[in-house]
Every structure is written in C-alpha cells, then in structure tokens.
C-alpha cells in the first residue's frame, strides 16, 4: 500500500504544469544534443547541467535532468537510422535494421518505429525498476569478487564471439580494451596506475 501512495504522490508532483513543461524542454534539448554522435546520456546530462541551476525547483531540475536522458537516448537513433554513425552506443543496433529502411526511402517509418520502441521500452522498464528495484538492490548487494570476476569473463567471451571475421581480431581488441581500461584512477583505491607520474 505505501507504494501506490507513494507512486500517487509521485505522479500528483509530476503532473503540475510547470513540472511537464521542464520535462518537455529537457527532452527536446537532450533530443538535440543526443543527435551529435558520440554524445550520450552521460555527456548529455554533463553539458546541460549548468542550465538548471537557477531558478528552478529540486524537483523540477530532477524532472528536467531525467527528461534529458531519456531525450538523449533516443535522440541517438536519428544518426544511426539516417547516416549510419550510432549516436551512442545503445544506437549500434539501430543501424543494423534502421539504415537499411532508410536507404529504401523508409526513414520515417524507421524513426517512428524507433520512437514508439523508445517509448515503450522506457516505460515498461521503469515500471520494472519501480516493483522490483528493492528485490534487485538486496541482490546487488551480495555481489563479491568471484562475481564480478565472472562478469568480466563473461564480456570479454562475449566480445570475441560476437565479433566478425576472425576470432584472434576479437580477441586482440578485447585485450587491448583491457590494458588501455588499466591505465588511470583505480575505481575502488583511487591509486593512480600506470600513469608513469605524470
């Protein structure tokens, strides 16, 4: 019961008009800026931060920060489905599929589907996140070393299987990916490495 409440007043915040009207510029905003390829949600956020810090509410500013998001993550199926160039990288997919519509003269259809699907999958997976984000949080938590472990094997496998032409290509460019991701700031010490003092 204290969920429905909660989600009640949640949604009773959201629906005030001058809460939509900052969820509707932080999506075409980071709309237009998840456009540029290589701008994904993170950088998105990062460059339009300095844009809410006056005059607006805490909520507000969340609600604006959260519809730049999701602008940005759809925003970066436009290049993938015109031009080829993935915006991010969840739009590489996108460029399987979508700009082979585009270049039969189906890019609106293609961007339509893209939008709907976008829609779609953004709300089924907050629903999701929402009833199961306590269950998922205890789960988390028990996460140790052999896990994590586990998990970076298990990418790096899935690097080099999912990787054309031959498998020592992948496997070289999986290595690589982890020498040059050893170098910098340890995320768990915070100890330089392999910066050779500088």
Known sequence: METLQSLAHGFSVFLQPINLAYCFVGVLM????????GLGPAATIAILLPTIFHGTSPVASIIMLAGVAYGAQYGGSTTSIL???????ASVIT?????????????????????????IAGTCGII?????????????LRFGPPEFFSL???????????????????????????IMSTVGMDPI??????TFGR
């Open 30 to 37: 980071g709309t237009l800026v998840g456009v540029l390829p």
């Open 83 to 89: 031009v080829n160039i993935p915006g991010e990288v």
């Open 95 to 119: 460029c399987i599929d979508g700009h082979q519509m585009a270049k039969k003269g189906r890019a609106g259809p293609a961007l339509g589907i893209s939008a709907f699907g976008s829609f």
């Open 128 to 140: 999701g996140l929402m009833l199961f984000a306590p269950t998922l949080a205890n789960f988390a």
């Open 152 to 178: 970076a094997v298990m990418s790096l496998t899935l690097v080099t299987y999912v990787s054309r032409g031959p498998m020592v290509r992948g496997l070289t460019m999986a290595c690589v990916g982890l």
């Open 189 to 194: 010490t915070s100890r330089s490495r392999f």
